[in-house]
């Protein structure tokens, strides 16, 4: 006959709510520092992102060479969700950790044979679901991609609304929208297909630990060498380190996301890297550009020598070839000329001929060629 202690019940009760009180607190904040924590790591690898993405023109390369797509995507959505998750994971793992250290000993006391089939079947059931969801990585890449592509084509719309409406190119515009959603829409049909391949497993992978502890258990309950509490207390143990061991398969969906968000953000820091290390190349590589004081180069114009005022000289080109980036044709070959002060420069020629080259050339946002171009500025010494 059960005791009944009302004083005893009283007391536990009292335990109980000052528990259930002091974990609100703790299990809030732990949320609140998780978030922080994340944020300021994003707003930190925001920063360093931005940095190497403004600082020599790097933007500028990116686009016109086609190096790599959405690095607005990459810097806003990858970084969010790369520390976030990364926080997330790192604190599953860790709570995984302290989860398999103090159940591990209770379940190989009880029964070290549970164990080992425990063992056999995590390690089994991770090598599964790493060969049946091997495709979600690189269809969760792709789909990041689509999905910025058809989003980058609305946001163009939106910025070049009128040059569209006053061409009447709605239909091209609309056309090359559909022709991108049903790219996006294709690759995520063949994530779902992966996805629910993956799904089967796991939730037969998740029913199935229901039986097997007490299946391997119970042959002991009946030869009556432990009591039936004991199957209990070897089932909850078992779910626990199963659970720790199976984390792989239990997260493979969001652990293949997590992969894509890092290769695009690693692909997008190689990206980076190659772009400064080319700005680190050797100067007798390529077009140099240099700065010299105004006061050097102040002299007699040689165009005019009946005059004896002095103009500066503000630019000179030395022996300029200016090739392509991507194809390498050669626009100009051999270009040498010197701009003084109220000079004045016309250049004409067909569509094409590459006028413009030379100005972003001149401007330093091409350096594809060979020769020198030199300005002269009052404060080169800043330069």
Not at 26 to 43: C, G, K, M, N, Q
Not at 45 to 60: D, I
Not at 190 to 203: A, D, K
Not at 333 to 341: A, H, K, T, V
């Amino acid at each position: 006959m059960l005791d009944k202690d009302q004083q005893q019940f009283t007391t536990q009760l009292i335990y109980y709510l000052a528990a259930f009180a002091g974990g609100i607190p703790v299990f809030v904040l732990r949320d609140y520092a998780r978030e922080t924590l994340s944020l300021r790591w994003r707003s930190w690898m925001t920063s360093y992102y931005m940095e190497r993405y403004l600082s020599n023109q790097t933007f500028y390369k990116l686009q016109s060479q086609s190096m790599i797509d959405n690095p607005d995507q990459r810097i806003v959505d990858d970084l969010s969700s790369f520390t976030g998750t990364a926080l997330s994971f790192s604190l599953t793992l860790f709570n995984a950790a302290v989860d398999l250290i103090s159940f591990s000993n209770i379940l190989f006391g009880i029964y070290p044979p549970l164990f080992i089939v425990l063992l056999v079947y995590s390690i089994g059931g991770t090598a599964i679901s790493v060969f049946l969801g091997r495709g979600l990585v690189t269809l969760n890449f792709l789909q990041e991609k689509k999905e910025a592509d058809f989003r980058y084509g609305l946001v163009r719309i939106r910025e070049n609304a009128e040059s569209i409406a006053f061409y009447g190119g709605e239909e091209n515009e609309r056309q090359l929208l559909l022709q991108r959603f049903r790219s996006a829409f294709e690759n995520l049909t063949q994530l779902l297909i992966s996805s629910r391949n993956l799904e089967f497993f796991t939730n037969g992978y998740r029913y199935l630990i229901q039986i097997l502890p007490v299946a391997v258990v119970a042959p002991m309950y009946f030869s009556g060498k432990i009591e039936f509490g004991v199957i209990n207390q070897s089932v909850s143990a078992f779910n626990h380190i199963l659970g720790d061991f199976s984390l792989v398969v239990y997260q493979f969906q969001a652990i293949s996301a997590f992969s894509a968000v890092i290769d695009r953000l690693g692909e997008f820091d190689d990206v980076l890297d190659s772009s400064k290390s080319k700005c680190l190349l050797d100067p007798l590589e390529g077009i140099r550009l240099t700065y010299s004081p105004v006061e050097s180069s102040t002299l007699l114009k040689s165009s005019q020598p009946i005059s004896t005022e002095k103009c500066e000289k503000l630019l000179n080109i030395e022996n300029l070839t200016l090739l392509t980036p991507t194809s390498k044709t050669t626009l100009v070959r051999d270009l040498s000329l010197e701009i003084y002060e109220k000079d004045k420069l016309l250049i004409a020629g067909p569509s094409g001929s590459g006028k413009t080259s030379l100005l972003r050339a001149i401007a330093g946002l091409w350096g594809t060629g060979k020769g020198i171009i030199t300005f002269y500025l009052k404060d080169a010494k800043d330069y």
